[in-house]
């Protein structure tokens, strides 16, 4: 049983967005896991064999309790009944209670398709008679946070990460062959410019900026938020000039 549950597309997609809110998450003393979609074959740079190397690493890093990958194909990741089957099966063997994954809208289809499937999964788990076969259980719908990364979207809340940003940061630079390296000569992609990991940063930094903190980390929910203590909410640290 894992309590939040990181289902993104690709082996490093949780590093650069939600690596410190796992880090944070399992100091409260929280079971945290990882949910790869796909192994990452269509990427540019490396190897199946050598991202699965790295993300282990990455894994140590965030101390996560489980890293699994469902291994659909990268870059042909639709919402079709059989992968819809496969993630409902992850999701009622794991029984998490909060499901993190991408935003709805992301450039990358794989990514869009995913944070769509992830909600209907979700949904689809807790049906007593859906593939019911299997004889696993139902289970009660997580609730589904959706990070902000490629989208301009409002966050519903920011969690402040500046204690785990370094730590974030070296997870990331854990899937080496993802990003700069000054003696690579395999093609460039997105990620392999000089910039991208301090863009990485100034990301976090402008998200921490929002709330009164040095590092942040945005997500969304659709639902509305439960909560006990207004006041309590109400009065944390933020930057009202924001
Ligand atoms: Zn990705």
């Known amino acids: 049983m894992i309590d939040i549950l990181a289902v993104f597309a690709h082996p490093d997609d949780l590093e650069l967005s939600v690596g410190g809110t796992m880090l944070k998450l399992k100091s409260f003393g929280h079971k945290t896991g990882a949910l790869e979609i ?15 190397i790295e993300a282990e690493a990455a894994a140590k890093i965030l101390m996560l309790d489980l890293r699994e990958n469902l291994g659909l194909p990268d870059g042909h990741v639709f919402a079709d009944d059989d992968s819809r089957r496969e993630l409902v099966r992850a999701f009622r063997r794991l029984k998490p209670k909060v499901v993190f994954t991408h935003q709805t809208g992301d450039s990358h289809p794989d990514h869009e398709h995913i944070a769509q499937m992830v909600r209907e999964c979700t949904r689809l788990a807790a049906m007593k008679n859906y593939d019911f076969e299997t004889g696993e259980e139902k289970i009660a719908p997580p609730i589904v946070g959706h990070t902000v990364f490629s989208r301009l979207v409002s966050p519903t809340f920011v969690v402040d990460v500046t ?16 990003f700069f390296d000054p003696n690579s000569t395999a093609p460039e992609t997105m990620l392999t410019g000089k910039r991208f990991l301090d863009d990485v940063a100034s990301r976090s930094r402008y998200f921490g900026t929002l709330i009164g903190v040095e590092y942040g980390e945005p997500f969304y929910v659709r639902e509305a938020l439960n909560v006990d203590d207004p006041f309590a909410l109400l009065t944390r640290p933020m930057n009202l000039y924001s």
């Open 38 to 52: 796909t192994r990452g074959e269509m990427g540019t740079r490396g190897t199946v064999e050598g991202r699965a």
């Open 163 to 178: 204690e785990f940003h370094q730590r974030k940061m070296d997870a990331l630079r854990a899937h080496a062959s993802q």
